[in-house]
């Protein structure tokens, strides 16, 4: 069934897709502000914020929030991203009202109680504290800052013990009135869900908001910087990161194809001569993020200590061949799973209703899967090639975690 567009006259965009064959809905609200749109010396705080609302919203304290949904077997979750924030009920056709409603209370009739927050500190403090006790976890949070040192998109999601101390409920409110705005949000539903019932929930739940934009947050800039962190592990873990692309580069595919090929699976360069013939690595494997303005390319890998700076000067290596001998087969293997991956991923609900909100708010518009393997069909060799030797030529960041790492550049 076709997606449908519309928006509601303040500026917020609602999108849905009927789906057959579903008995089930997702339907989420997706604000255009995360971890890197908060003020400097408050980072953690739009994660913070995501976990308040869920104490008590519209007359409903914790427990009766979770009871509404689940009473009717469903669920509400929440995700906070540096670059997007997301409330979302997945329920059963008949619950969409309840859903929705339980959404908008969320973000607009949160009670945000200061006796809540101090206890909620200890659980994101604990939070913080799993993250830092899991090395192929917080590696990415090390990598982050070494690539984007000094600027908001490199400091953690979850923010740190200074900065998650200083969050209080006049900044969380803040947070809210000036970063969910309705030019800033896409209200999405996906599955067995009727188009006019959601735009009158829509119009009924957030029709009433005042016009507006979310600030645009300052653009950042790659670094190649460094960041080691000595504890020990029973492995080293490594990880790499080069400069990416944004969202709209039209390079995007092709870099992400060539990133695929090198590493994305067992059948991938890296996997093979790293782990399979050479025995350096349990798991090794490259991925790419972008941003709307930048974007990374990376690496990451975890070997015994012995072995880890001998897996690094092999993965650098076979970074570069692939750039310079990246051959036809592999890229049409990684064409192949590039297509699968995503197509295979919107036959679930969930998923398709996140498609619908990240492509409007990335490209302003709804855009079609089949658009997207097009664009992924005309990737050449040629291209995919010089994407990643651009993304290997713009300098190297390094993470590490697990003791010392000898060689290191």
Known sequence: MTAKLHRLANGLTVAVEPMAGVETIAVGLYADAGARSEPKGLSGLAHMVEHMV?????????????????????????WTARDHTVFQARALAGDLALGSELIADLVRNADLDGDELERERHVVLAELGEARDTPDDIIFDHLQGAAYPGQQLGEAVLGDETSIAAIDVPAMRGWIAEQYRPDGLVFAAAGKVDEDALLKLAEALFGDMIPG???????????????????????????????????????????????????????????????EERGLAYSIYSWTHSYADTGLFGVYCASARNDAAEALALTRKVLAETADSLTLEELERARAQAKAGLLMGLESVATRADH???????????????ETVAQIDAVTLDQARASGATALAGGEALATVGGKLAQVA
């Open 54 to 78: 869920f104490k008590g919203a519209g007359g409903r304290s914790a427990k009766a929030i979770a009871e509404a949904i689940e009473d009717r077997g469903g669920a509400l979750n929440a």
């Open 213 to 275: 934009a979310p600030p645009t947050p300052p653009a950042a800039t790659f670094a190649a910087g460094t960041h080691h962190d000595r504890r020990r592990f029973d492995q080293l873990h490594v990880a790499l990161a080069y400069p990416g692309v944004g969202h709209r580069d039209p390079e995007q595919h092709a870099l992400a194809l060539f990133t695929s090929a090198v590493g994305g699976g067992m059948s991938s360069r890296l996997f093979q001569q790293v782990r």
């Open 356 to 370: 619908l909100a990240r492509s409007i708010q990335v490209h302003g518009r709804i855009v079609p899967p089949s």
